[in-house]
């Protein structure tokens, strides 16, 4: 059993910055390619973000490319979002996820993958 806990959602003016946190139970967590999602009112979850294994390769959705960064400490079972420049569309639930797997790049359908967080909000103001 995987357990996924997220932190760091807030309110933002349009064009701050701020920085989410997925903890990850379990020793086996440098095994897993870790994503990230989001869902805003009345639409679809949609892929954010995925970082391999070691941390050193990374994917990004074209809507986040070149403002939204993600790391991993292996170390301390964590995976981070950097996200700047945020816009009133970066508006919504996000969710770190993991389908137990190893494979890069990772799905970026949400039904392929296994365990999931509760979520953290993010609201941008104009």
């Known amino acids: 059993q995987v357990h996924l806990v997220e932190s760091g959602g807030g309110l933002v003016q349009a064009g701050g910055s701020l920085r989410l946190s997925c903890v990850v139970s379990g020793s086996t967590f440098r095994r897993y390619v870790i994503s990230w999602f989001r869902q805003a009112p009345g639409k679809e979850r949609e892929f954010v973000a995925a970082?391999?294994?070691?941390?050193?390769?990374?994917s990004y959705a074209d809507s986040v490319k070149g403002r939204f960064t993600i790391s991993r400490d292996n170390a301390k079972n964590t995976v981070s979002l950097q996200m700047n420049s945020l816009k009133p569309e970066d508006t919504a639930v996000y969710y770190c996820?993991?389908?137990?797997?190893?494979?890069?790049?990772?799905?970026?359908?949400?039904?392929?993958?296994?365990?999931w967080g509760q979520g953290t909000q993010v609201t941008v103001s104009s």
């Open positions: 996820a993991t389908d137990s797997g190893s494979a890069y790049p990772p799905p970026r359908r949400p039904n392929s993958y296994d365990y």
């Open positions: 970082i391999s294994r070691g941390g050193s390769t990374t």
